[in-house]
């Protein structure tokens, strides 16, 4: 059983993400899935295929850390695993948000396979979570899409047990990844990647 209370709370704070979400452009659609916290065994989550900037109360339902549905015959989203996996591998996370913006489908598909993007310098870095100065080093994952979810979150879940200061990461053609305590710390930190990722995209652009 899961407290209704706190269930009511978290999926307002993915109701109202969505609408700021779809409203800058990085959520089109029924692109997306996001999810919050509720306590130690369920996570609140976004039902499969519901537009993310029109969501209301019954298009966020309970899942537990192993993706199971909870109270509900409803269908989460598809890479619920890619959250779950986050809840369990951080205990100290307490939303999760995948967003499928322009900038970050194109970079991801620019940078070359195997390599990771790094973003040093900019002083935007500090808007993460436990960075406080622009000469810090951010490394960010690019994996490979698949639709085999379940090795996905292993694969995603090793890498972040082996680099736990890391706050995101992108699927290539896909999207972004990202997480912080909080549902704030998180929509920060996704607004703080998308400057990152058009900064990165327009030195690109000026190098040619």
Wanted: charged fraction near 20%.
């Amino acid at each position: 059983m899961f407290d209704v209370t706190r269930y009511a709370i978290a999926a307002q704070s993915i109701i109202d993400a969505g609408r700021f979400l779809y409203g800058q452009g990085w959520s089109p659609a029924t692109s997306s899935n996001y999810s919050a916290r509720i306590d130690d065994e369920h996570i609140a989550v976004t039902v499969s295929g519901r537009h993310k900037g029109q969501l209301v109360a019954g298009d966020v339902m309970v899942v537990d850390l192993a993706g199971k549905a909870v109270q509900s015959n409803a269908r989460s989203s598809a890479e619920t695993q890619l959250h779950t996996v986050l809840y369990q591998t951080f205990p100290e996370v307490g939303a999760v948000l995948h967003t499928h913006s322009v900038k970050a489908t194109v970079l991801s598909r620019l940078l070359p396979a195997g390599e990771p993007l790094t973003l040093q310098g900019y002083e935007l870095q500090k808007a993460f979570s436990g960075i406080d100065t622009h000469e810090s080093e951010l490394t960010v994952p690019v994996f490979d899409n698949t639709q085999d979810i379940p090795a996905l979150a292993r694969q995603t879940g090793d890498w972040f047990r082996q680099h736990p200061g890391q706050p995101g990461y992108l699927i290539r053609g896909h999207g972004l990844y990202t997480w912080g305590r909080t549902m704030a710390d998180c929509l920060r930190h996704v607004e703080a990647f998308e400057f990152l990722f058009e900064c990165e995209l327009e030195t690109m652009r000026v190098r040619r």
